[in-house]
């Protein structure tokens, strides 16, 4: 089994902040991710995936289709869209890194043989996810 990986970037808008909490609860929790109007990242979404390599091509992925998915799945729904804003199918979901891996994973995995997905929101901050079923 060879693992094979893409990546593509995009600009998404988002703020955290949990409606169950009071505003203070909020702030004191996120900080400046609670800001009202929000605030943006240049995300990174890389997807691992798994396959067997074909003798008569050498490769082990469909990359066109690949692409095809990433592009349909996550660019051109989120690419300069406010993910707190402009989604009411994700109202009320903490956009967190760690809930944003899991809600790309579940867009991209119909698709797909995904082994790992990893969100880079920042240079420094990164999130991996391998699925449930491991
Ligand atoms: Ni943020």
Known sequence: ??????????????????????????????????NPNGHGHQYTLEVLVA???DP????????PLMDEILRRE???????YDFNADFPEYAGVISSGENLARIFWDLI???????RL?????EKNAFEYFGENR
């Open 109 to 115: 995995a119909p698709h797909l043989p995904l082994a």
């Open 74 to 80: 996550i660019v051109e729904r989120f690419d300069h």
């Open 56 to 63: 008569k091509t050498g490769f082990s992925a469909n990359l």
């Open 51 to 53: 396959g067997e390599v």
């Open 1 to 34: 089994m060879i693992y094979f990986g893409r990546r593509v970037s995009f600009s998404m808008g988002h703020r955290l902040h949990n409606h169950a909490l009071s505003d203070a609860e909020n702030r004191a929790i996120y900080g400046k991710c609670n």
């Open 118 to 122: 990893r969100v880079e929101e920042t």
